[in-house]
Protein backbone atom coordinates (compact mmCIF):
# COMPACT_ATOMS: atom_id res chain seq x y z
CA UNK A 1 0.00 0.00 0.00
CA UNK A 2 0.87 3.29 -0.70
CA UNK A 3 2.26 5.49 2.67
CA UNK A 4 1.25 8.78 3.54
CA UNK A 5 2.68 11.35 6.28
CA UNK A 6 0.87 13.37 7.46
CA UNK A 7 1.61 16.34 10.54
CA UNK A 8 -0.53 18.34 12.69
CA UNK A 9 0.75 21.55 14.39
CA UNK A 10 -0.27 22.73 17.58
CA UNK A 11 -3.48 25.23 16.24
CA UNK A 12 -4.71 21.63 14.99
CA UNK A 13 -4.58 20.18 18.18
CA UNK A 14 -5.18 22.69 20.98
CA UNK A 15 -8.09 20.42 22.75
CA UNK A 16 -9.97 17.69 22.66
CA UNK A 17 -12.55 18.62 20.02
CA UNK A 18 -9.60 19.13 17.87
CA UNK A 19 -8.10 15.90 18.24
CA UNK A 20 -11.24 14.05 17.16
CA UNK A 21 -11.15 16.44 13.86
CA UNK A 22 -7.68 15.30 13.48
CA UNK A 23 -8.73 11.66 13.38
CA UNK A 24 -11.53 12.73 10.93
CA UNK A 25 -8.67 13.60 8.54
CA UNK A 26 -6.51 10.26 9.20
CA UNK A 27 -9.63 8.06 8.82
CA UNK A 28 -9.91 9.36 5.37
CA UNK A 29 -6.80 8.93 3.77
CA UNK A 30 -7.13 5.40 5.99
CA UNK A 31 -10.40 4.94 3.70
CA UNK A 32 -8.53 5.94 0.57
CA UNK A 33 -6.04 2.45 0.97
CA UNK A 34 -2.98 4.56 2.56
CA UNK A 35 -0.18 3.11 5.73
CA UNK A 36 -0.61 6.69 7.47
CA UNK A 37 1.62 8.08 9.93
CA UNK A 38 0.77 10.77 11.88
CA UNK A 39 3.28 12.99 13.37
CA UNK A 40 1.87 15.68 16.02
CA UNK A 41 3.29 18.48 17.47
CA UNK A 42 2.34 19.70 21.41
CA UNK A 43 -1.18 21.27 21.98
CA UNK A 44 -1.12 25.06 21.28
CA UNK A 45 0.65 26.81 24.07
CA UNK A 46 1.68 23.67 26.15
CA UNK A 47 5.69 23.94 24.86
CA UNK A 48 5.35 27.49 25.85
CA UNK A 49 4.11 26.62 29.71
CA UNK A 50 6.17 23.93 29.75
CA UNK A 51 8.90 26.25 29.13
CA UNK A 52 8.33 29.01 31.55
CA UNK A 53 8.01 26.03 34.21
CA UNK A 54 11.39 24.92 33.54
CA UNK A 55 12.66 28.54 33.72
CA UNK A 56 11.09 29.02 37.18
CA UNK A 57 12.69 25.89 38.20
CA UNK A 58 15.94 27.54 37.47
CA UNK A 59 17.05 30.18 34.97
CA UNK A 60 20.16 28.19 34.82
CA UNK A 61 18.66 24.83 33.70
CA UNK A 62 20.48 21.25 32.35
CA UNK A 63 19.79 21.30 28.92
CA UNK A 64 19.36 17.57 29.11
CA UNK A 65 16.44 17.72 31.61
CA UNK A 66 14.75 20.77 29.49
CA UNK A 67 14.63 18.33 26.81
CA UNK A 68 13.30 15.89 29.08
CA UNK A 69 10.42 18.17 30.06
CA UNK A 70 9.43 20.19 26.81
CA UNK A 71 8.98 16.69 24.95
CA UNK A 72 6.11 15.56 26.98
CA UNK A 73 3.94 18.01 25.42
CA UNK A 74 3.97 15.77 21.94
CA UNK A 75 3.64 12.57 23.67
CA UNK A 76 0.04 14.08 25.94
CA UNK A 77 -1.16 14.58 22.00
CA UNK A 78 0.23 11.53 20.21
CA UNK A 79 -1.39 9.31 22.94
CA UNK A 80 -4.97 11.22 22.75
CA UNK A 81 -5.26 11.29 19.18
CA UNK A 82 -3.82 7.13 19.26
CA UNK A 83 -7.12 7.14 21.73
CA UNK A 84 -9.22 8.95 19.11
CA UNK A 85 -8.60 6.78 16.59
CA UNK A 86 -9.04 3.58 18.25
CA UNK A 87 -12.30 5.28 19.22
CA UNK A 88 -12.96 5.81 15.44
CA UNK A 89 -12.65 2.07 14.81
CA UNK A 90 -9.23 2.46 13.45
CA UNK A 91 -5.99 0.60 14.80
CA UNK A 92 -3.77 3.34 16.01
CA UNK A 93 -0.64 3.23 18.46
CA UNK A 94 1.66 5.72 19.83
CA UNK A 95 5.33 6.42 19.14
CA UNK A 96 7.50 8.45 20.75
CA UNK A 97 11.21 9.76 19.00
CA UNK A 98 12.77 6.91 20.61
CA UNK A 99 10.68 4.29 20.30
CA UNK A 100 11.18 4.50 16.27
CA UNK A 101 14.30 5.47 17.10
CA UNK A 102 14.34 8.72 15.39
CA UNK A 103 18.49 8.72 15.92
CA UNK A 104 19.68 12.24 16.64
CA UNK A 105 22.94 14.42 17.41
CA UNK A 106 23.36 15.11 21.61
CA UNK A 107 22.80 18.79 20.86
CA UNK A 108 19.89 19.82 23.52
CA UNK A 109 17.33 21.83 22.44
CA UNK A 110 18.12 21.97 18.97
CA UNK A 111 19.30 18.54 18.07
CA UNK A 112 19.45 17.81 14.12
CA UNK A 113 18.08 14.16 12.67
CA UNK A 114 21.48 11.89 11.77
CA UNK A 115 19.21 8.68 11.18
CA UNK A 116 15.63 6.63 11.15
CA UNK A 117 15.16 3.55 11.12
CA UNK A 118 11.66 2.72 10.29
CA UNK A 119 11.77 -1.10 10.90
CA UNK A 120 9.46 -0.92 13.65
CA UNK A 121 7.10 1.23 11.73
CA UNK A 122 6.87 -0.90 9.11
CA UNK A 123 6.18 -3.74 11.52
CA UNK A 124 3.17 -1.40 12.53
CA UNK A 125 1.82 -0.68 8.97
CA UNK A 126 1.88 -4.50 8.29
CA UNK A 127 -0.10 -4.91 11.51
CA UNK A 128 -3.02 -2.30 9.57
CA UNK A 129 -2.29 0.47 12.23
CA UNK A 130 -1.34 4.46 11.87
CA UNK A 131 1.41 5.03 13.42
CA UNK A 132 0.86 7.94 15.68
CA UNK A 133 4.21 10.00 16.26
CA UNK A 134 5.50 12.52 18.86
CA UNK A 135 7.34 15.08 16.37
CA UNK A 136 9.82 17.05 17.84
CA UNK A 137 11.94 15.00 19.62
CA UNK A 138 14.60 12.27 19.49
CA UNK A 139 17.09 10.25 21.15
CA UNK A 140 21.09 10.38 20.92
CA UNK A 141 22.40 6.79 20.43
CA UNK A 142 25.22 7.32 22.73
CA UNK A 143 23.77 8.87 25.59
CA UNK A 144 20.71 7.65 25.69
CA UNK A 145 19.52 10.75 26.39
CA UNK A 146 15.96 11.90 25.15
CA UNK A 147 16.57 15.05 22.88
CA UNK A 148 14.18 17.80 21.03
CA UNK A 149 15.01 19.59 17.10
CA UNK A 150 14.15 22.83 17.94
CA UNK A 151 10.95 25.22 17.76
CA UNK A 152 8.88 23.92 14.41
CA UNK A 153 11.05 20.90 14.57
CA UNK A 154 7.81 18.82 14.30
CA UNK A 155 7.56 19.93 10.52
CA UNK A 156 11.23 18.37 10.67
CA UNK A 157 9.94 15.26 11.93
CA UNK A 158 7.53 14.83 9.39
CA UNK A 159 9.53 15.36 6.20
CA UNK A 160 12.02 12.77 8.15
CA UNK A 161 9.53 10.01 8.50
CA UNK A 162 8.71 10.26 5.29
CA UNK A 163 11.52 9.85 3.44
CA UNK A 164 12.58 6.68 6.10
CA UNK A 165 9.00 5.62 5.28
CA UNK A 166 9.54 5.95 1.58
CA UNK A 167 5.97 7.92 1.96
CA UNK A 168 4.23 9.11 -1.79
CA UNK A 169 3.90 12.41 0.10
CA UNK A 170 4.16 14.47 3.20
CA UNK A 171 0.71 16.79 4.16
CA UNK A 172 1.90 19.33 6.52
CA UNK A 173 -1.84 20.90 7.98
CA UNK A 174 -1.71 24.20 9.70
CA UNK A 175 -4.11 27.02 10.79
CA UNK A 176 -3.96 28.16 6.59
CA UNK A 177 -4.79 26.69 3.54
CA UNK A 178 -1.56 26.54 1.65
CA UNK A 179 1.52 29.06 0.54
CA UNK A 180 0.50 32.37 -0.55
CA UNK A 181 1.93 34.66 -3.08
CA UNK A 182 2.35 37.36 0.14
CA UNK A 183 1.20 37.57 3.97
CA UNK A 184 -3.07 37.95 3.21
CA UNK A 185 -3.11 40.03 5.50
CA UNK A 186 -1.04 42.94 4.20
CA UNK A 187 -2.42 42.68 0.90
CA UNK A 188 -5.59 41.10 0.71
CA UNK A 189 -5.35 40.26 -2.87
CA UNK A 190 -2.79 37.75 -2.26
CA UNK A 191 -3.54 34.04 -3.54
CA UNK A 192 -2.61 31.03 -2.38
CA UNK A 193 -0.25 29.22 -4.81
CA UNK A 194 -1.12 25.37 -6.39
CA UNK A 195 2.34 24.30 -6.45
CA UNK A 196 5.33 25.85 -5.36
CA UNK A 197 9.45 24.84 -5.89
CA UNK A 198 11.44 23.52 -3.12
CA UNK A 199 13.78 26.03 -4.12
CA UNK A 200 11.34 29.05 -3.93
CA UNK A 201 10.04 27.82 -0.67
CA UNK A 202 13.20 27.42 1.03
CA UNK A 203 13.80 31.15 0.09
CA UNK A 204 10.40 32.39 1.54
CA UNK A 205 10.99 30.31 4.98
CA UNK A 206 14.17 31.99 5.56
CA UNK A 207 12.73 34.63 4.41
CA UNK A 208 9.74 35.97 7.16
CA UNK A 209 7.28 33.46 5.62
CA UNK A 210 6.19 30.92 8.86
CA UNK A 211 4.25 28.49 6.75
CA UNK A 212 7.03 25.65 7.34
CA UNK A 213 9.99 25.62 8.96
CA UNK A 214 13.33 26.16 6.85
CA UNK A 215 15.12 22.65 8.09
CA UNK A 216 11.82 20.88 6.95
CA UNK A 217 11.93 22.25 3.56
CA UNK A 218 15.70 21.38 3.28
CA UNK A 219 14.92 17.82 3.81
CA UNK A 220 12.30 17.74 1.52
CA UNK A 221 14.41 19.30 -1.03
CA UNK A 222 17.28 16.86 -0.10
CA UNK A 223 15.07 13.48 -0.31
CA UNK A 224 12.76 14.70 -3.11
CA UNK A 225 9.72 14.53 -0.60
CA UNK A 226 6.49 16.19 -2.27
CA UNK A 227 5.31 18.47 0.82
CA UNK A 228 1.71 19.45 0.96
CA UNK A 229 0.53 22.73 3.34
CA UNK A 230 -2.87 21.82 4.03
CA UNK A 231 -6.11 23.38 6.14
CA UNK A 232 -6.36 21.09 9.05
CA UNK A 233 -9.68 23.63 9.66
CA UNK A 234 -11.56 22.52 6.53
CA UNK A 235 -13.95 19.79 6.89
CA UNK A 236 -12.43 16.26 6.40
CA UNK A 237 -15.05 15.53 4.55
CA UNK A 238 -14.30 18.51 1.72
CA UNK A 239 -10.62 19.13 2.69
CA UNK A 240 -9.17 21.58 -0.30
CA UNK A 241 -6.06 20.34 -1.90
CA UNK A 242 -3.60 23.21 -0.42
CA UNK A 243 -0.33 24.05 -2.09
CA UNK A 244 2.54 21.61 -3.45
CA UNK A 245 6.31 21.91 -3.12
CA UNK A 246 7.75 19.38 -5.14
CA UNK A 247 10.72 19.68 -8.03
CA UNK A 248 10.56 22.43 -10.55
CA UNK A 249 10.14 19.83 -13.31
CA UNK A 250 6.89 19.33 -12.09
CA UNK A 251 5.68 22.79 -12.62
CA UNK A 252 4.46 23.32 -16.57
CA UNK A 253 3.86 26.92 -16.50
CA UNK A 254 6.41 28.86 -14.08
CA UNK A 255 6.08 33.23 -13.08
CA UNK A 256 8.93 34.91 -12.96
CA UNK A 257 8.18 36.03 -9.37
CA UNK A 258 6.29 33.51 -7.41
CA UNK A 259 6.03 35.14 -4.13
CA UNK A 260 6.56 38.32 -2.00
CA UNK A 261 8.95 37.50 1.75
CA UNK A 262 9.16 40.06 4.04
CA UNK A 263 10.96 39.90 7.53
CA UNK A 264 10.64 42.04 10.61
CA UNK A 265 13.34 40.76 12.54
CA UNK A 266 15.85 42.78 10.95
CA UNK A 267 18.66 45.11 12.13
CA UNK A 268 21.42 47.81 10.33
CA UNK A 269 24.49 48.08 11.62
CA UNK A 270 27.56 50.42 10.38
CA UNK A 271 30.81 50.54 11.06
CA UNK A 272 31.91 54.39 9.43
CA UNK A 273 35.95 54.53 8.20
CA UNK A 274 37.22 50.96 8.83
CA UNK A 275 40.75 50.99 7.37
CA UNK A 276 40.76 49.18 4.36
CA UNK A 277 43.31 46.30 4.58
CA UNK A 278 43.19 42.58 4.36
CA UNK A 279 41.73 40.85 7.17
CA UNK A 280 39.14 43.52 8.05
CA UNK A 281 35.79 41.60 6.80
CA UNK A 282 37.84 38.74 8.85
CA UNK A 283 37.89 40.81 11.89
CA UNK A 284 34.60 41.58 11.73
CA UNK A 285 32.79 38.66 10.88
CA UNK A 286 34.57 36.77 12.68
CA UNK A 287 33.97 37.40 16.34
CA UNK A 288 30.23 37.42 15.51
CA UNK A 289 30.21 34.06 13.89
CA UNK A 290 32.20 32.59 17.01
CA UNK A 291 29.36 34.39 18.36
CA UNK A 292 26.68 32.71 16.54
CA UNK A 293 24.81 35.88 15.11
CA UNK A 294 24.24 35.19 11.43
CA UNK A 295 24.79 38.29 9.20
CA UNK A 296 23.40 38.69 6.18
CA UNK A 297 23.42 41.88 3.31
CA UNK A 298 26.91 43.11 3.70
CA UNK A 299 27.52 46.61 1.96
CA UNK A 300 31.23 47.86 1.67
CA UNK A 301 31.85 51.36 0.53
CA UNK A 302 35.62 52.52 0.04
CA UNK A 303 35.90 56.02 0.36
CA UNK A 304 37.62 58.41 -2.42
CA UNK A 305 41.47 57.96 -0.81
CA UNK A 306 41.08 54.18 -0.79
CA UNK A 307 42.81 54.21 2.83
CA UNK A 308 39.01 53.76 4.60
CA UNK A 309 35.80 51.95 4.09
CA UNK A 310 32.29 52.14 5.57
CA UNK A 311 30.86 48.37 6.27
CA UNK A 312 27.34 47.98 6.45
CA UNK A 313 25.08 44.54 7.48
CA UNK A 314 22.16 43.41 8.41
CA UNK A 315 21.55 40.65 11.99
CA UNK A 316 18.58 39.37 13.10
CA UNK A 317 17.17 41.88 15.10
CA UNK A 318 17.15 39.50 18.24
CA UNK A 319 21.11 39.70 18.04
CA UNK A 320 21.07 42.97 17.91
CA UNK A 321 22.39 44.86 21.21
CA UNK A 322 24.96 41.51 21.61
CA UNK A 323 25.96 41.78 18.01
CA UNK A 324 26.64 45.45 18.87
CA UNK A 325 28.73 44.56 22.52
CA UNK A 326 30.79 42.00 20.50
CA UNK A 327 31.98 44.92 18.19
CA UNK A 328 32.44 47.43 20.79
CA UNK A 329 34.91 44.51 22.72
CA UNK A 330 36.88 44.20 19.18
CA UNK A 331 37.34 48.05 18.15
CA UNK A 332 40.93 48.18 18.62
CA UNK A 333 41.57 45.22 17.08
CA UNK A 334 38.70 46.43 13.92
CA UNK A 335 39.75 49.75 14.31
CA UNK A 336 36.65 51.83 13.12
CA UNK A 337 35.86 55.26 14.04
CA UNK A 338 32.41 55.12 14.87
CA UNK A 339 29.72 52.24 15.15
CA UNK A 340 25.82 52.93 14.09
CA UNK A 341 22.91 51.04 13.74
CA UNK A 342 19.33 50.56 13.15
CA UNK A 343 16.52 48.31 14.32
CA UNK A 344 13.75 49.61 13.04
CA UNK A 345 14.38 48.04 9.49
CA UNK A 346 12.44 45.31 7.38
CA UNK A 347 13.87 42.85 4.52
CA UNK A 348 11.68 43.02 1.88
CA UNK A 349 12.43 40.05 -0.59
CA UNK A 350 10.63 38.21 -4.30
CA UNK A 351 11.12 34.87 -4.96
CA UNK A 352 10.93 32.93 -8.20
CA UNK A 353 13.11 30.56 -10.46
CA UNK A 354 11.87 32.57 -13.58
CA UNK A 355 14.40 35.01 -12.71
CA UNK A 356 17.48 32.32 -13.92
CA UNK A 357 16.09 33.62 -17.29
CA UNK A 358 14.80 36.89 -17.26
CA UNK A 359 17.09 39.58 -17.08
CA UNK A 360 16.28 43.37 -15.36
CA UNK A 361 13.45 41.89 -12.91
CA UNK A 362 15.07 43.42 -9.67
CA UNK A 363 15.83 46.48 -11.62
CA UNK A 364 11.96 46.90 -12.22
CA UNK A 365 11.27 46.49 -8.64
CA UNK A 366 14.16 49.49 -7.87
CA UNK A 367 12.15 52.07 -10.29
CA UNK A 368 8.65 50.93 -8.84
CA UNK A 369 10.00 51.50 -5.05
CA UNK A 370 11.83 54.64 -6.04
CA UNK A 371 8.80 56.20 -7.53
CA UNK A 372 6.62 55.38 -4.18
CA UNK A 373 9.52 57.11 -2.14
CA UNK A 374 10.94 54.40 -0.52
CA UNK A 375 14.67 54.41 0.33
CA UNK A 376 16.64 51.46 -0.08
CA UNK A 377 19.38 50.87 2.64
CA UNK A 378 21.16 47.59 1.35
CA UNK A 379 20.25 44.83 -1.30
CA UNK A 380 21.61 41.38 -1.90
CA UNK A 381 20.44 39.09 -4.61
CA UNK A 382 20.92 35.24 -5.77
CA UNK A 383 20.12 33.11 -8.66
CA UNK A 384 16.91 33.03 -7.60
CA UNK A 385 15.73 36.09 -5.25
CA UNK A 386 16.35 39.69 -4.38
CA UNK A 387 15.92 41.66 -1.31
CA UNK A 388 15.75 45.03 -0.09
CA UNK A 389 16.22 46.49 3.28
CA UNK A 390 14.13 49.38 3.90
CA UNK A 391 12.33 51.30 6.77
CA UNK A 392 9.99 50.12 8.53
CA UNK A 393 7.34 52.41 8.11
CA UNK A 394 7.31 51.35 4.56
CA UNK A 395 7.01 47.68 4.58
CA UNK A 396 2.93 47.29 3.63
CA UNK A 397 3.41 50.09 0.71
CA UNK A 398 6.89 48.26 -0.59
CA UNK A 399 4.61 44.46 -0.76
CA UNK A 400 1.85 45.44 -2.19
CA UNK A 401 3.93 47.32 -4.76
CA UNK A 402 5.83 44.33 -5.54
CA UNK A 403 3.08 42.27 -5.17
CA UNK A 404 1.37 44.18 -7.57
CA UNK A 405 3.93 44.81 -10.22
CA UNK A 406 4.66 41.27 -10.95
CA UNK A 407 0.81 40.69 -11.55
CA UNK A 408 0.67 38.41 -8.07
CA UNK A 409 -2.68 39.93 -7.93
CA UNK A 410 -4.14 38.91 -10.44
CA UNK A 411 -5.88 35.53 -10.58
Not at 117 to 138: I, M, T
Not at 260 to 279: M, N, Y
Request: with cysteine; charged share 25%; glycine share 8%.
Amino acid sequence: MPRLVMKFGGTSVANVERIRNVAAHVAREVAAGYDVAVVVSAMSGKTNELVAWVKDADALYDAAEYDAVVASGEQVTAGLLAIALRKAGIKARSWQGWQIPILTSDVHGSARIADIDPKNLDAGFARGEVAVVSGFQGIHAETGRLTTLGRGGSDTSAVAVAAAIGAERCDIYTDVDGVYTTDPRVVPKARRMERVTFEEMLEMASLGAKVLQVRSVELAMVHRVPTTVRSSFDPPEAARPGTLICDEDDIVEQQIITGIAFSKDEAQITLRRVKDSPGVAAAIFGPLADANINVDMIIQTVSGDQSTTDMTFTVPGADYDRARTVLDQQRETIGYAQIEGASDVVKVSAIGVGMRSHAGVAAKAFRALAQKGINIRAITTSEIKFSVLIDAAYTELAVRTLHSLYGLDQA
